[in-house]
């Protein structure tokens, strides 16, 4: 409630002029009021799905006058929030305070139609709005009122993080620069109700939730926006069939298993939105996958979606992920950190392959702060037995129980740093004993390796697994070499120390701190340069480098 009353103030403001300033103070107050409630996963799901029910998707001409479609707009209701961004074009995302001017808005839509192509009679939340009357220059959309939907490039970052005067402020300001938006999640949570929009013609109870990084708290501007179709509410998985009563005929639409179920599912739904999903490009059925899904670019958002079902291993484990990432501002902090480092030197890619995957080093990341004295985050285990009756989960045989309840967690005070616990993350990895040892969130001890293979993370909840069975050796010792070098920068006075210059000043500051473990590595290997020498950034960051060297060089001298 007390964020609606701030977003109609901010409406009524921003009718008037101060458009731009109102929006940030909004954006920054909803932002505050989540990070202090410290809301379960279910609760932000619960609220962001209900928000994007009421939402369209709009596309407007960048001559869009704002006052008019905001007038435009107002006649089918009152407006709770809106905010424009680009994505190969001006959208605006719109959020009704009620339902009714959804129905509303869509009552009056024209379904173009012209000599050479026809439209599929589908009325989707995704709209396009032309000619609002005369345009007034003053006040059409500019890049500025756009809110950003992807990061800044790592050459950027590098300058930005240069003028910071600490390696906490740095570790902060990379989080703060990564991190979604308020407007990115709930374009995210929107795409997928629209999505639900379609899937609902097989399946009228089914929800699409996102899950990954894009509700986890690690999630980077730009990432994959991971979803899972949600038929739990229709499959009574856990209700008992009654004696006596109706229960569903099955007989002669029963699948051999719940994969083949699952793959069917996925299968219409994935014809269903190549046919008829606006904006849904390039669509993919990857159905033989150990996890069946969808993939396809949802052109509007810009968003590169997968689409999965009855996976709800991987929502047990976004669940915790964001659990662990509540209990401490650290862990996101440091698990953002990591993630861009290992971006920067190509230790996790966007193809798969035998590289380390994001949610393989996260967890690497919640062992590594588990293993400190004090520990700053608790086991899997421990987490298991504060659990209460209604914790209780079983996934296929698995026990994936943990507590929900965030006030259960008592947390031991460790006072680290987060520049001391980057340092110690490198060493404590460049020192690992990998050959012999796994990785176990669940214990918060490693163990021996029950098989082999080059790295070893167990699975929290499929314990028998390995998450890392696709990293090979070669990646494995790029990764060690790589935390061996960044703890070794990190000792040098000269490298973690602010450089001066720059700050404030004409050209670019010298890197130092967390920028220069971002630079080009020196032990990388020939694989990784060759690869850097493709993107457009790298010819930058090498220039940084080089003055970064020379002016070492001058020091010596
Ligand atoms: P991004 O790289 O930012 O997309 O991170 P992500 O965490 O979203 O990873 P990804 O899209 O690869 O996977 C989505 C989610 O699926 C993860 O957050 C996990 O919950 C789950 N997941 C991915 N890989 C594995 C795995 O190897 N094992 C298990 N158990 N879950 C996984
Ligand atoms: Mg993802």
Redesign the pocket.
Same mark, same amino acid.
Request: aromatic share 10%.
């Given at each position: 409630a007390k964020c609606l009353q701030k977003t109609d103030a901010f409406l009524h403001r921003s009718i008037g002029t101060d458009v731009v300033i109102a929006r940030a103070e909004a954006t920054r107050s909803d932002e505050s009021d989540e990070k202090n409630g410290r809301k379960s996963l279910h609760t932000l799901h619960m609220e962001r799905q209900e928000q994007a029910e009421r939402s369209v998707l709009i596309s407007c001409q960048s001559s869009t006058n704002e006052k008019k479609f905001l007038k435009y707009l107002s006649k089918h209701g009152e407006i709770n929030k809106y905010f424009f961004y680009e994505s190969y074009g001006v959208y605006a995302v719109v959020e009704f305070a009620n339902q009714e001017s959804v129905t509303s808005l869509l009552e009056g839509v024209a379904i173009p139609g012209g000599s050479h192509e026809s439209a599929v009679p589908f009325k989707s939340r995704l709209l396009s709005l032309r000619n609002l009357g005369s345009v007034d220059s003053s006040n059409q959309l500019s890049g500025r009122q756009c809110q950003p939907q992807t990061t800044i490039p790592i050459n950027e970052l590098i300058k930005r993080l240069s003028r910071e005067e600490s390696i906490d402020k740095q570790i902060s300001s990379l989080t703060e620069a990564y991190q979604l938006t308020e407007e990115n999640s709930r374009l995210r949570f929107l795409v997928c109700s629209l999505l639900k929009d379609i899937a609902t013609a097989y399946f009228p109870e089914c929800t699409i939730k996102p =899950?990954? &990084? %894009?509700v /986890?708290g =690690?999630?980077?501007l730009g990432? !994959?926006l !991971?979803m899972l179709l949600d038929l739990d509410s229709i499959t009574g998985r856990n209700v008992k069939l009654p004696k006596s009563g109706l229960s569903l005929e099955y007989q002669m639409k029963r699948a051999n298993s719940e994969r083949a179920v699952t793959q069917s599912i996925l299968s219409v739904i994935g014809e269903c939105v190549d046919q008829f999903g606006p904006g849904c490009v390039g669509v993919q059925k990857i159905l033989n996958a150990r996890?069946p899904l969808v993939r396809f670019a949802h052109q509007p958002s810009g968003f590169q979606c !997968?689409l999965t079902a009855n /996976?709800r $291993?991987?929502?047990? &484990? *976004?669940e915790l #992920?964001y659990l662990y990432g509540e209990l401490d501002p650290r862990v996101r902090s440091l698990v953002f950190t990591v993630?861009c480092w290992a971006r920067a030197h190509g230790v996790?890619s %966007?193809i798969p392959g035998a590289w380390i *995957? @994001? =949610? %393989?080093l996260?967890v690497m990341v919640l062992f590594f702060l588990q293993k400190r004295t004090p520990p700053i985050i608790p086991t899997l285990d421990h987490l298991r037995d504060l659990a209460g009756p209604g914790d209780k989960t079983v996934i296929e045989g698995n026990d994936c129980t943990f507590v929900s309840d965030f006030n259960k967690i008592q947390l031991q005070s460790n006072t680290e740093t987060l520049e001391q616990l980057l340092g110690e993350f490198f060493e404590f990895y460049a020192t690992f004993p990998f050959s012999r040892m796994s990785i176990n969130i669940r214990k918060g001890k490693e163990q021996n390796k029950p098989e082999v293979a080059p790295l070893h993370i167990q /699975?929290? =909840?499929?314990t028998s #697994?390995n $998450? %890392?069975? @696709?990293v090979n050796a070669s990646q494995l010792d790029r990764f060690v070499a790589l935390c061996q070098e960044s703890a070794w920068l990190l000792q040098q006075s000269e490298t973690s120390t602010p450089r001066g210059g720059g700050a404030g000043g004409e050209g670019a500051p010298t890197p130092w701190g967390l920028a220069t473990l971002l630079l080009p590595s020196q032990v990388a290997g020939i694989k990784s340069r060759k690869k850097r020498r493709r993107e457009p950034a790298s010819e930058r960051i090498k220039g940084l480098l080089e003055s970064l060297k020379n002016k070492n060089q001058l020091k010596k001298s």
């Open positions: =899950f990954g &990084s %894009s /986890n =690690f999630g980077k990432c !994959d !991971d996890c !997968d /996976n $291993v991987a929502m047990k &484990s *976004t #992920l993630r996790t %966007s *995957t @994001n =949610f %393989s996260t /699975n929290p =909840f499929e #697994l $998450v %890392s069975k @696709n």
